[in-house]
Each structure stands twice: as C-alpha cells, then as structure tokens.
T-cell receptor, first 118, second 112 residues
Framework: GAVVSQHPSRVICKSGTSVKIECRSL??????MFWYRQFPKKSLMLMAT?????????EQGVEKDKFLINHASLTLSTLTVTSAHPEDSSFYIC??????????????FGDGTRLSIL | QKEVEQNSGPLSVPEGAIASLNCTYS??????FFWYRQYSGKSPELIMS????GDKEDGRFTAQLNKASQYVSLLIRDSQPSDSATYLC????????????FGKGTTLSVSS
C-alpha cells in the first residue's frame, strides 16, 4: 500500500517552457501533498505544502508565481514550473500523506522528476 | 530554526556487520521520526517510523528513539551491499499537514 506515482520521470526542454509535473496517490486518499526539490548531493528542500481544496503554502524563498501548485482532488496534485530557466534544473519529488489515517500518516514519495532546462 | 543533524559519512562497514546511523534534532516538540533510504538518483523510500521512546524492530532494521536526548538512531543488522545508500533522518511535529524536516543524510557503504 501507499503507492505514489509521479509523472513524467524525466523532462528535457528549452528555456522559457512551462513544465507540468503530476503526483498521484494510487491506493489512498492524500489529504496533504508536499513538493520537494533536490540538487545533486544535497538534501531535500521543501518547496510547498498543499492540502486538498486549499491554496498551497510556500516555503520562504520559493516563488509561488513561478511554481504553481494545484491540489484539486484527494489523489492528484500538480506542480507547474512556469517559464523554466536552466537554474530550475533539479530533481523534483512529491510526497503524499493522510494524517487522518494512521496507515498513511507517514509521507510516501513519488519516484521524482528530473528536470533539465537547456 | 528547526534542525536535524546527521553525520554525512561515508560510513563504511563490511558485509554482515551492524551499521549504526545516528541523528539528533533540535525541536523538543518533534513527535514523529522517520528513516528513509535513498539510492542515488532515486526518491526516498520509507524504512522505519517511530513515535515513542525505545526500540522498534522491523526485520534487519531497528530504530531507537530517546526524546530526552533528542536522539534517534537506525541499526542495520547483517548489512548487505544492497543496503549501500544514503539514509535520511526526518522529524515532524505531530500536526496534520506538517512537513518533514530532513537531515542531510548519511551515506552508507557496505563492502562485500
């Protein structure tokens, strides 16, 4: 149980392109989803927390207009990197949890999306 | 500033040995504690969760928590080369929607 699917796994695109990443909880309802970014040999850095049906809460230093997060249902959250530039190249990982259900209260991670902006 | 500290390693152990990974945290309000394993280029995978003082065992893994010392550890018995990875310690307040605070991870290398 607690399977989180993230798509796509890898994206290579030109500077200025907008990229959408999907995060789905396949076998449980995720009341909360988190988006992280990880640079090589660094730890995960939380970008934002999203609760179903609410606006995402962004961490300090993360531009909400650049990283658009939508959590429209209990099984899907999306992260859109708008007008991506080379410095946005990173490994983006989502996680999902349901704090009301002890089986899924821990965060379970998707497989990540490796974004490369040329 | 809530912090989670881990030795970056690498921690090198021979196959079959016990690997001991340590973590300290700064926020006394932390209630939930997790160990994740992350292989290079992959996302973290949950190994253990622990919520109360003492030991929790799951197969070859044992998590130990001491809230008074703000210390959590992970023991891996009979270490295998496939255990070679980065181990991330993470803590959170026991509040709905609270994000994990990760340590920087300890790299474990198990030699055959």
């Amino acid at each position: 149980g607690a399977v989180v699917s993230q798509h796509p796994s890898r994206v290579i695109c030109k500077s200025g392109t907008s990229v959408k990443i999907e995060c789905r909880s396949l076998d449980f309802q995720a009341t909360t989803m988190f988006w992280y970014r990880q640079f090589p040999k660094k730890s995960l850095m939380l970008m934002a927390t999203s609760n179903e049906g609410s606006k995402a809460t962004y961490e300090q230093g993360v531009e909400k207009d650049k990283f658009l997060i939508n959590h429209a249902s209990l099984t899907l959250s999306t992260l859109t990197v708008t007008s991506a530039h080379p410095e946005d190249s990173s490994f983006y990982i989502c996680s999902a949890s349901n704090f009301g259900d002890s089986r899924y209260s821990a965060q379970h991670f998707g497989d990540g999306t490796r974004l490369s902006i040329l | 500033q809530k912090e989670v500290e881990q030795n970056s390693g690498p921690l090198s152990v021979p196959e079959g040995a016990i690997a001991s990974l340590n973590c300290t945290y700064s926020d006394r309000g932390s209630q939930s504690f997790f160990w994740y394993r992350q292989y290079s280029g992959k996302s973290p995978e949950l190994i253990m969760s622990i919520y109360s003082n003492g030991d929790k065992e799951d197969g070859r893994f044992t998590a130990q928590l001491n809230k008074a010392s703000q210390y959590v550890s992970l023991l891996i018995r009979d270490s295998q080369p496939s255990d070679s990875a980065t181990y991330l310690c993470a803590v959170t307040l026991n509040q709905a929607g609270t994000a994990l605070i990760f340590g920087k991870g300890t790299t474990l290398s198990v030699s055959s």
